[in-house]
């Protein structure tokens, strides 16, 4: 029996894909595979007993990538899951900063207990006036799932978008409205964009990407909203931009110290609320629970950060499954022809490979120099 520990409260959609063949532990010492949302794994001890790890979510950050990939712990997560969440959230950060929704409603929260309150609303609106985003211009940087969304639905909203992605595959392209503009280069999409939503990962090409040379680049006066990471933002650059007025208006889902004691009326800062909706958490832990129970039954990695995909589809004999350095893929791979295994599916990821195939063997029958974790499964 395979045992699953989690770390944050998962949704019981989630945890209800688990069959017989499974069962929940409080201590995740004993888990074979853990789900988890956000909580930090970083100082955690991992295991021996660890093979896998599921994010209900996109984001890897709280998760040790390397140190797992060092103890031949397979990591996975969610992309698109909470997509359409995500898109929505943005969409009501866009129109908040159109339309100043924010400050106008703390200034009606002012008026609570005082006498014509219908009057003073109606001398007093005007100073929330905003702008209509029908006609304006959308820059999205990012076209992955969440990226696609939020570009097609504002195509819908009768906006102009431009879209950035440094990795755009031609599936991804053709998921795109013909409508939206393809640029190569952000040179192309920062002085045309009335409005900047950002959907990239965070890692260290893209850390501080939005910085001093990318803000003068931009319209004066431009609507950017972040609902990636918090990362990704220059903050010196970024508050020095709204300081001067060429970013308009900040929209964020991730509030760090910098950004939120700024305290300017120009900010507009979410708890995080992105992923954040039932049908996201639901969805986001069907998948992750989906993808560790397929890793411990069948072998198979779909989805992984930190290893690469192999996948034999459902077990129909007795596999033997291998993670190894790169550079011991070669004779690990000789090993099991040696064996007559069949159906043999491999892959290399960075500095790890992954080798799946159909043998009925032992653990000892693949041990050569650079094999990291071995699993017979039966």
């Known amino acids: 029996m395979y045992k699953i520990g989690t770390l944050n409260k998962i949704s019981p959609v989630g945890l209800a894909r688990l069959t017989g063949e499974y069962a929940v532990v409080e201590d995740v010492q004993e888990a074979n595979g853990i789900i988890l949302r956000s909580y930090d794994m970083h100082e955690m001890e991992l295991s021996e007993n660890l093979l896998a790890v599921g994010r209900a979510g996109a984001g890897v950050n709280n998760i040790p990538l390397d140190k797992c990939a060092e103890n031949g712990i397979v990591v996975f997560n969610s ?50 006036a905003g702008t209509e985003i029908m006609g304006k211009t959308l820059g999205v940087i990012g076209l992955g799932a969440i990226g696609r969304l939020v570009a097609n639905a504002c195509v819908g909203l009768g906006m102009n978008v431009i879209g950035y992605d440094a990795f755009l595959t031609d599936a991804a392209r053709a998921d795109l409205d013909p409508s939206i503009t393809v640029v190569s280069e952000l040179s192309e999409l920062y002085p045309k964009s009335d409005y900047i939503s950002i959907h990239v990962p965070a890692n260290d090409a893209t850390k501080g990407m939005m910085n001093a040379a990318a803000f003068a680049q931009m319209k004066d006066g ?50 995080h609320l992105g992923a954040s909706s039932a049908e996201a958490e639901d969805n986001c832990a069907v998948m992750a629970v989906n993808e560790v129970m397929d890793y411990l039954e069948n072998g198979n990695i779909v989805n992984s950060v930190n290893m690469p995909a192999v996948s034999l589809g459902a077990k129909t004999a007795p596999r033997i499954s291998v993670i190894a350095k790169a550079d011991a893929a070669a004779s690990v791979l000789a090993k099991l022809a040696e064996l007559g295994a069949s159906n043999v599916a491999s892959a290399t990821r960075g500095d790890y490979a992954y080798i799946l195939a159909e043998a009925d063997a032992d653990e000892a029958a693949v041990a050569v120099d650079g094999v990291i974790r071995v699993r017979i499964l039966k």
């Open 79 to 128: 992309p698109g899951a909470n997509a359409n969440a995500v898109k929505e959230l943005c969409l009501a950060g866009m129109i908040m900063a159109a339309r100043n929704i924010p400050a106008g409603l703390a200034w009606a929260k002012t008026l609570v207990g005082s006498e014509g309150v219908g009057k003073q609303i109606e001398k007093g609106k005007g100073q929330f």
């Open 222 to 271: 431009v609507k950017f909203m972040n609902f990636s990471r918090d990362k990704l933002m220059n903050d010196d650059d970024l508050l020095a931009a709204l300081e001067s007025g060429k970013v308009g208006t900040y929209v964020t889902d991730f509030a760090d110290d910098a950004v939120l004691n700024a305290d300017k009326p120009n900010i507009i800062v979410l708890p």
